[in-house]
């Protein structure tokens, strides 16, 4: 088959949803078929692999953050398409370029997935000069709207659906978790040392670790908060706060009050490879947003062993076994220090939940994930 993916952000973007386009083209490619990838230009970027489409983009910075927003209008896409003659397009955004992609699924008669990453209407901070309540509803409508005109929505996990559903998408929904290479973060060895050392942590510290960007929806200040609680009843525990964003630097004045200078550590941006002994150095994973539909970081710390204390919310439930590779909790600091320390204060428990946690990442494997979504792709052609 022919795939066209459609994606508003992408390399050399390093979110969780370029992640996850990348690992699903490559698993497709390696399955033997083709993909073709439509995504927005990035200043000073040059792509390395063939099959990439690039549409003019506007480059800004807002909120300390680099955006890239592409530009469709006037673009010769419709040509491309047209000689590609994709069997199937694929969604990953209900607007700018998965609005494209919509064009091109009427124009063309060709049938469009959509897989729905993250609650869009979570994220209507973003919208400026228009009050929050007013912009989730017309967020909301957008996604509704767009979501039941395509053939097919892909929920990644089961409380997705019922969120769906619950949001009165009528079209067609399949319930196909992501996957991710779990090997990349399973067979790496011999780093916790280096990094602790590089780091200044002891052999003998819990280290917390959370990789995400750090903007206001991820919640990183509870985890700040609930770890000022952590330290109270626990003294050799660190945080490693990974990743970049808009709030950066108001959670790092936040440590400074804390006086948690040398307890946090603010990586920055890291490379992905070095992300894989940053996960091996540490012993807990914890996490707190509320807006994911999956969480996938969490499968990567879960494939180096790390066991997770996570806040329940849709997105992590349907990865974290409560008890057996981790925890879920409700949203509160109390509960959720409480049951960090459980893990962090019982080496015997973190052992036998890291094992548990390696073994249950392999269900995020990247094989059975593209299988699914190619029986998907087949039944709409």
Excluded at 30 to 59: C, L, M, Q, T, W
Excluded at 89 to 110: D, N, R, V
Excluded at 219 to 245: A, C, R, T, W
Excluded at 351 to 378: D, H, Q
């Amino acid at each position: 088959m022919k795939i066209g993916m459609f994606i508003n952000y992408y390399t050399p973007s390093k979110g969780g949803m370029e992640t996850s386009v990348i690992n699903l083209s490559r698993g497709l490619e390696k399955a033997g078929h083709e993909v073709f990838i439509f995504a927005p230009e990035y200043p000073n970027y040059k792509d390395e692999v063939k099959n990439i489409f690039r549409y003019k983009s506007i480059h800004f910075n807002y909120g300390g953050y680099f955006y890239v927003i592409p530009a469709p209008f006037g673009s010769k896409m419709k040509e491309i398409v047209k000689d590609l003659k994709l069997d199937i397009l694929h969604s990953h955004q209900p607007y700018s370029l998965g609005s494209e992609a919509m064009k091109f699924s009427k124009k063309f008669s060709i049938p469009l997935v959509f897989t729905y990453h993250i609650k869009y209407e979570e994220y209507s901070h973003y919208v400026p000069l228009i009050p929050g309540a007013i912009s989730k509803r017309y967020i909301r409508k957008i996604t509704v709207g767009y979501s039941n005109k395509c053939d097919n929505v892909i929920a990644p996990s089961t409380a997705i659906k019922k969120l769906l559903r619950d949001h009165k998408i009528t079209a067609p929904i399949s319930i196909i978790p992501s996957g991710i290479n779990i090997d990349n973060f399973a067979n790496a060895t011999g780093q916790r040392n280096s990094i602790r050392e590089k780091y200044n942590i002891k052999s003998d510290d819990i280290m917390l670790i959370t990789a995400s960007r750090i903007v206001e929806e991820k919640n990183i200040n509870f985890l700040i908060q609930s770890f000022s609680l952590m330290k109270k009843k626990f003294e050799n525990i660190k945080f490693m706060i990974v990743g970049d964003g808009a709030v950066k630097e108001e959670l790092e004045e936040m440590t400074k009050k804390l006086g948690f200078e040398r307890d946090i550590i603010f990586t920055g941006l890291v490379d992905r490879t070095e992300i894989v002994s940053l996960y091996q150095a540490s012993d807990i994973f914890v996490f707190a947003s509320h807006t994911e539909t999956q969480g996938l970081v969490a499968v990567e710390a879960m494939a180096a062993g790390s066991p997770v204390v996570a806040i329940k919310a849709s997105g992590i439930e349907d990865i974290v076994q409560d008890g057996e590779d981790g925890f879920l909790t409700n949203d509160s600091k109390e509960e959720f220090a409480e049951k960090v320390l459980k893990i962090a204060t019982d080496e015997e428990l973190r052992k036998k939940m890291a094992e548990k946690a390696k073994e249950n990442s392999r269900k995020f494997e990247i094989a059975p994930w593209v299988e699914k979504i190619v029986k998907l792709y087949e039944s709409l052609k």
